[in-house]
Structure formats: C-alpha cells, structure tokens
C-alpha cells in the first residue's frame, strides 16, 4: 500500500502560480500511475493530469500550457506546477495512484489510493 499526503496549496491571485507535492510513503511510486485531481465546491471530481509509469502525461483541456505535472521516483513525489491561475481553478486537488491506471475521465472511482487533499483557492 502506498500512503499520499498533498502539500503546498494556498490562496494566490488570479495569474499567479503554485506547486503543490504528494509526497509518497509505504512504497514505492514507481510501480504506479499517478494524478491530480480536484474538487470544486458543489461540484463533482474531475482529473487535472495524470502521468504513467514511463512519464508519458495528459492534461484535461482546462489547464493545458499552464499546469505540468511531473514525478520523481528516487524522492518518491509527485508535483503539479500550476502557473497562470484563473478563478475556476479554485477547489481541492487530490493525488492518486494505482497499480494500473490513472485516466482523466469518470473512472476516477476505481482509483485505490488518494491523499487527503490540498485547498486551492485563486
């Protein structure tokens, strides 16, 4: 089992930026596939990004050009830059992993492992 604490949000100003970690315990992030997602208030979870084991990454539409998410395995993290932020992108941004996928669509449900989230608020 691996254990994901998230670190790093806060408030900042529409067109400022923020990087928030996921730091990884228990086990190794290499054998997973990784993401972000978040949780608007009132609003269901959708996915930000998410990279596979070999670093190959996607983006929803929303944040593509301004969020890069990126993995370190040797410090066993995983981060999300997120630059030029808009109100929208306000909510809580969770990290996952699983053994066998991470997608950005509605199979979010079948992740095994999230973090406890991290507020954003812009």
């Known amino acids: 089992h691996v254990q994901l604490v998230e670190s790093g949000g806060g408030s900042v100003q529409v067109g400022g930026s923020l990087r928030l970690s996921c730091d990884a315990s228990?086990?190794?992030?290499?054998?997973?596939?990784m993401g972000w997602f978040r949780q608007g208030l009132g609003e269901s979870r959708e996915g930000v990004a998410v990279i596979d084991r070999s670093g190959l990454t996607k983006y929803t539409h929303a944040v593509k050009g301004r969020f890069t998410i990126s993995r370190d395995n040797d410090k066993n993290t995983l981060s999300l830059q997120m630059n030029d932020l808009k109100p929208e992108d306000s909510g809580i941004y969770y990290c996952?992993?699983?053994?066998?996928?991470?997608?950005?669509?509605?199979?979010?449900?079948?992740?095994?492992?999230w973090g406890r989230g991290t507020q954003v608020t812009v």
């Open positions: 228990g086990s190794s992030i290499s054998y997973y596939e």
């Open positions: 996952a992993a699983d053994p066998e996928s991470v997608r950005l669509g509605l199979g979010w449900t079948s992740i095994l492992y």
